[in-house]
């Protein structure tokens, strides 16, 4: 949360260049030898996208001599750029990146491969999330647990495989030598389910003395789909710590709270902008006309400031919204059947 801007921002990095001049794996390798400075070239984005496993031989050596520091900025930035950019594949130097030595390239490679779904890419987190050296690494691990753990909840994964996540998430969990950092993605991962232990490992975090738990506590919250949750959350959505402020902001969003929808309209004010952002998110997840009626006002404010990132979130929230009251009226007219 609270990321700053970064000038060399994949935001402001335009695929429609380089599509139809993919570069060869020797110019990239070229360029990779080459690289100075903080700005990574354009052909890069490109050229490592979709590599070949003959692509990954050539390239593996080269990309171990790299320094330490560049290797995970270039796995950073690439990741990023593939969630602005969904025909960006980097999976292949993900998995590279996880059999680093450096615990951050290894934390990196793992948000790098947060989309993928693979038994194998399960395995290594299972293994990583309990055994990794790297409190950094286990901690990343976990997180990335959780998205299986939600598959799971959808049944879009074998259920044998769920358990084993679920179990180590637990374990980890009520382990109380762990580092806090590893202990609380655990308990994240954890309230992606509908384990019976849920509630009270949420109850004992938000009740803990340790910062980072009652961090983690409102966001699984949200997290559970449990409405038991929802005056914490609401009452939350005032903290001055903007940490927790922004965990009960978006949690009000995921548990569709319609009496929150008041309270996100000023939130989309807030002085910090991810809380901004949280609260734009949550009014398009709760949707209703009261709700596009303040995303309209938001619109018009953030049109006249000529704030175009804030104004895309708000057009995005009001097509969430809509789609939302569209299924509300679908549920009610079923209703009356």
């Known amino acids: 949360?609270?990321?700053?801007?970064?000038?060399?921002?994949?935001?402001?990095?335009?695929?429609?260049?380089?599509?139809?001049?993919?570069?060869?794996?020797?110019?990239?390798?070229?360029?990779?030898?080459?690289?100075?400075?903080?700005?990574?070239?354009?052909?890069?984005?490109?050229?490592?996208?979709?590599?070949?496993?003959?692509?990954?031989?050539?390239?593996?050596?080269?990309?171990?001599?790299?320094?330490?520091?560049?290797?995970?900025?270039?796995?950073?930035?690439?990741?990023?750029?593939?969630e602005n950019d969904f025909t960006l594949a980097y999976s292949k130097l993900g998995y590279i990146g996880l059999d680093d030595p450096v615990d951050e390239v290894r934390a990196s490679a793992i948000e790098m491969l947060w989309v993928d779904e693979s038994e194998v890419f399960l395995l290594w987190l299972l293994n990583a999330a309990q055994m990794d050296d790297s409190a950094l690494v286990r901690s990343a691990a976990c997180s990335a647990l959780g998205h299986f753990v939600l598959r799971g909840e959808f049944e879009e994964h074998p259920p044998q495989q769920i358990a084993q996540a679920l179990d180590v998430a637990i374990n980890i969990w009520m382990d109380e030598t762990e580092d806090v950092q590893v202990r609380r993605r655990a308990l994240e991962a954890l309230s992606n389910s509908s384990h019976e232990m849920v509630p009270d490992a949420i109850q004992t975090a938000y009740e803990s003395d340790d910062y980072w738990f009652r961090v983690s506590a409102v966001f699984a919250m949200g997290r559970s789909a449990d409405r038991y949750w929802r005056k914490i959350v609401l009452a939350e959505m005032s903290s001055g710590d903007v940490e927790i402020r922004y965990e009960a902001t978006r949690a009000a969003g995921e548990l569709g709270l319609f009496e929150a929808v008041k309270s996100l309209g000023y939130l989309a004010l807030d002085s910090d902008r991810e809380v901004s952002l949280a609260a734009i998110w949550s009014l398009g997840e709760i949707g209703g006309s009261e709700t596009l009626r303040i995303l309209g006002a938001l619109a018009d404010d953030f049109e006249h400031s000529r704030d175009k990132d804030m104004l895309e979130a708000v057009e995005d929230a009001m097509g969430s919204a809509t789609l939302v009251g569209d299924l509300l009226v679908d549920d009610e007219e079923s209703d009356d059947l």
């Open 1 to 82: 949360m609270n990321t700053q801007h970064n000038p060399n921002s994949t935001d402001d990095f335009d695929m429609s260049s380089t599509v139809g001049q993919k570069p060869t794996i020797d110019s990239v390798i070229e360029l990779l030898r080459g690289l100075q400075g903080e700005v990574l070239p354009a052909a890069l984005y490109y050229g490592l996208s979709d590599l070949s496993d003959e692509h990954i031989h050539v390239l593996a050596p080269v990309w171990a001599d790299l320094d330490a520091d560049l290797r995970r900025r270039i796995i950073s930035e690439l990741t990023e750029a593939s």
